[in-house]
């Protein structure tokens, strides 16, 4: 089981999710004393119930604070404080300043047709993006690239051995970088006359039954926005050209017709799931597909093998951008369905249009395979370098 963990079977997991869901969905890892549920439904109905399977680890965890760890009823009440800065109305509001920053983005690419689309695009997008909804000026975002990655990474503790100890060390450092930051970019907007129109802002003037949020709670929750907000689109970003650069029929059915896009980002959620695993512990034992789990057990969920169902995806080992009954669950299901949702789709779309409209015969420079992200519950190219022939905006 470890295996599946192994940077090559992260590259391409599917063969090994195809066999595991084929002979038993629910399986057991005796060296780590893990379960990990591996089919549509399975899947499905962990997400379904909290109740069972809690999003907080018995033991107490790093995250503990977070939303993202929290189980109703708290969970409800902390998540209706910053689902305002996530309506669909509000994020479809940002859509002039994500295509103002995804073409300045490729000013500044040379023209001779070269880029790393992770580093030059796919990561300072949705990263800029976050850093302005979260209040944060330029100067000071250079520190988020390390702040985010050494977040996502905690998903080592999991595995244990040297891999957590070194990543606890490294979220120890962070975290004590950034609350330094964060406290004194508080004090500054306590100081201001007048309440800025960001999600710090709102949160400032949020209550929990009766109460304000304290520093720390509004931490938890600019950690938090910070490290979902940028990696995950990042990859959805990689994936899409990694998925068409594999399947140049569907990418040229796409440059044919551009109003699939939103369909073809959607199949990339499905069919290369930027997050592939999601993590849930047992509040009480619970059998599943006829085994019994005990209470207080690590569960993996994992959706990206989810999203490759036979019983619920009629092919899903072919990347379809047309596809049409597609019930992905690559935002996760239920109470904790991923809140940034429709910002991602349309930081994905806006993206990639700019992109199309500026470069065109878009091949992969070199012949390494890709190298995946170093968080094992994540899936998408570290660095994808590109070649093409420039377009003038
Ligand atoms: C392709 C991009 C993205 C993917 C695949 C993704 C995936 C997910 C998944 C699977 C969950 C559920 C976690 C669980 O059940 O334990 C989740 C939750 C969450 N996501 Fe995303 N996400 C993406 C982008 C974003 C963005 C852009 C933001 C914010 C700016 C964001 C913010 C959140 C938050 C705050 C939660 C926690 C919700 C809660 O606990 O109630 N995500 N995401």
Redesign the pocket.
Request: hydrophobic share 55%; proline share 4%.
């Given at each position: 089981m470890t295996n599946a963990f192994s940077p090559e079977m992260r590259r391409n997991p599917y063969p090994l999710y195809q066999q595991i869901r084929s002979s038993s969905p629910l399986l057991y890892d005796p060296e780590l004393d893990m379960f990990s549920v591996f089919d549509y439904e399975g899947v499905k109905m962990v997400?379904t119930h909290p109740e069972i399977f809690s999003?907080g680890q018995p033991s107490g965890g790093t995250f503990d604070e977070?939303?993202?760890?929290?189980n109703p009823p708290r969970?409800t009440k902390?998540?209706a404080l910053?689902s305002p800065a996530?309506t669909p109305r509000l994020v479809s509001s940002l859509h002039a300043r994500i295509d103002r920053l995804a073409r300045d983005l490729l000013d500044r690419v040379p023209t001779r047709g070269e880029m790393d689309l992770v580093e030059d695009f796919a990561m300072p997008l949705?990263m800029t993006?976050?850093a302005e909804?979260l209040g944060v000026p330029e100067v000071d975002r250079p520190q988020f690239k390390d702040w985010t990655e050494v977040t996502v990474n905690m998903s080592a503790i999991v595995t244990g051995g040297d891999a957590a100890i070194r990543a606890m060390r490294e979220l120890t450092r962070v975290k004590d970088e950034m609350r330094r930051y964060f406290h004194a970019m508080l004090a500054a907007r306590r100081a201001e006359s007048e309440r800025r129109d960001d999600v710090i802002g709102s949160l400032l003037e949020a209550e929990v039954e009766g109460e304000r949020l304290t520093d720390a709670q509004i931490f938890d929750?600019f950690h938090?926005?910070l490290a979902?907000?940028?990696e995950?689109?990042t990859?959805?970003i990689g994936n899409t050209l990694l998925c068409l650069l594999e399947n140049p029929d569907q990418f040229e059915l796409l440059q044919s017709k551009p109003n699939l896009l939103p369909n073809a980002i959607e199949e990339v959620?499905r069919y290369r799931?930027?997050?592939q695993i999601?993590?849930?512990w047992t509040a009480r034992d619970v059998e599943v597909h006829g085994q019994m789990i005990p209470a207080g057990k690590t569960v993996l969920?994992m959706?990206g093998s989810a999203n490759r169902d036979p019983k619920q995806f009629d092919e899903p080992e072919r990347f379809d951008i047309t596809r049409r009954a597609n019930q992905h669950?690559?935002?996760?299901?239920?109470?904790?369905?991923?809140?940034?949702?429709s910002?991602?789709?349309l930081?994905?779309k806006i993206g990639l249009t700019v992109l199309f409209e500026r470069a065109c015969d878009i091949e992969l420079a070199g012949t390494e395979p890709w190298q995946p992200v170093t968080a094992f519950h994540m899936y998408g190219p570290a660095t994808l370098p590109i070649r093409f022939t420039a377009r003038a905006d």
């Open positions: 997400l999003s977070m939303l993202i760890s929290q969970h902390l998540r910053v996530f949705p993006v976050i909804m929750f938090l926005l979902a907000g940028s995950t689109t990859n959805l959620l799931s930027p997050a999601v993590f849930r969920v959706i669950i690559a935002f996760g299901h239920s109470n904790h369905f991923c809140l940034g949702a910002l991602t789709r930081e994905a």
